[in-house]
T-cell receptor, first 115, second 108 residues
Framework: DAGVIQSPRHEVTEMGQEVTLRCKPI?????LFWYRQTMMRGLELLIY????????DSGMPEDRFSAKMPNASFSTLKIQPSEPRDSAVYFC?????????????FGDGTRLSIL | KNEVEQSPQNLTAQEGEFITINCSYS?????LHWLQQHPGGGIVSLFM???GKKKHGRLIATINIQEKHSSLHITASHPRDSAVYIC??????????FGKGTHLIIQP
C-alpha cells in the first residue's frame, strides 16, 4: 500500500522563482495537511483540506503561498515569488476520520532551499 | 491556540536504560500524537491517544486528560531508538499543533 507521496524530494532555486510542491495522499483519505518544518519554529500547520475543500489556511504565511486540491488524489503548494526565508522542509500528511480519529500519515517531505 | 511543551529538549542515555519523555498542553484536545523523526528522515506516527495507555513493543504512551499531560516511555533502549520524538495535539478537526521535539541519543 503506497504511502503519501511528495515531489520533488529536494528543490534548490533562486529567490524570486516560483516553486510548486506536490502531494499525493493515501487513497481513501479525505483529509490532507501541509506542514512546514524549520529549525527556528519546528513543525507548523500551513493549511488543511477536507474532501478537497480548504478548511483552515490561517497558517499560510502570506499571499505568496497558495495551495490547491483539484481532486482527491493530488494537492499542490505554490510559493510565488520565493524568498530565502521560505527555505524549510515541507511535509504533506493525510488521514481519514472514518470510524473516529486516525493517525496522520506523513510523506517524506520536500527539502526546499531558496538561494 | 494550544501550547505544547516537551521535556527534556535533549536526552542522552546508555543502551538499556528506561527513557521517559514528557509532554504537556494548555487546552483540551481530541487526541494526542507521538511522532518519531530520524535525522534527515520522514515522520512516523508512533501513537495516537485520547485516554489511558497504549503499548507497542518497547514503547509505551500514557495520557492524563485532567492534568493535560502525556508521557512516552522506551524500555530497554537501543541505539536505533535515537531520533527526535515529537508530541502533537489535535483539537476537533484541526491539524496538529506540535511540541519542539526531544532529541534522544542512545549510546552503545
Amino acid at each position: 500500500d503506497a504511502g503519501v507521496i511528495q515531489s520533488p524530494r529536494h528543490e534548490v532555486t533562486e529567490m524570486g522563482q516560483e516553486v510548486t510542491l506536490r502531494c499525493k495522499p493515501i487513497s481513501g483519505h479525505d483529509y490532507l495537511f501541509w506542514y512546514r518544518q524549520t529549525m527556528m519554529r519546528g513543525l507548523e500547520l500551513l493549511i488543511y483540506f477536507n474532501n478537497n475543500v480548504p478548511i483552515d489556511d490561517s497558517g499560510m504565511p502570506e499571499d505568496r503561498f497558495s495551495a490547491k486540491m483539484p481532486n482527491a488524489s493530488f494537492s499542490t503548494l505554490k510559493i510565488q515569488p520565493s524568498e530565502p526565508r521560505d527555505s524549510a522542509v515541507y511535509f504533506c500528511a493525510s488521514t481519514t476520520r472514518t470510524g473516529g480519529p486516525q493517525p496522520q500519515h506523513f510523506g517524506d517531505g520536500t527539502r526546499l532551499s531558496i538561494l | 491556540k494550544n501550547e505544547v511543551e516537551q521535556s527534556p529538549q535533549n536526552l542522552t542515555a546508555q543502551e538499556g536504560e528506561f527513557i521517559t519523555i514528557n509532554c504537556s498542553y494548555s487546552v483540551g484536545i481530541s487526541a494526542l500524537h507521538w511522532l518519531q523523526q530520524h535525522p534527515g528522515g520522514g515522520i512516523v506516527s508512533l501513537f495516537m491517544l485520547s485516554s489511558g495507555k497504549k503499548k507497542h513493543g518497547r514503547l509505551i504512551a500514557t495520557i492524563n486528560i485532567q492534568e493535560k499531560h502525556s508521557s512516552l516511555h522506551i524500555t530497554a533502549s537501543h541505539p536505533r531508538d535515537s531520533a527526535v520524538y515529537i508530541c502533537a495535539v489535535a483539537g476537533g478537526a484541526d491539524g496538529l499543533t506540535f511540541g519542539k521535539g526531544t532529541h534522544l541519543i542512545i549510546q552503545p
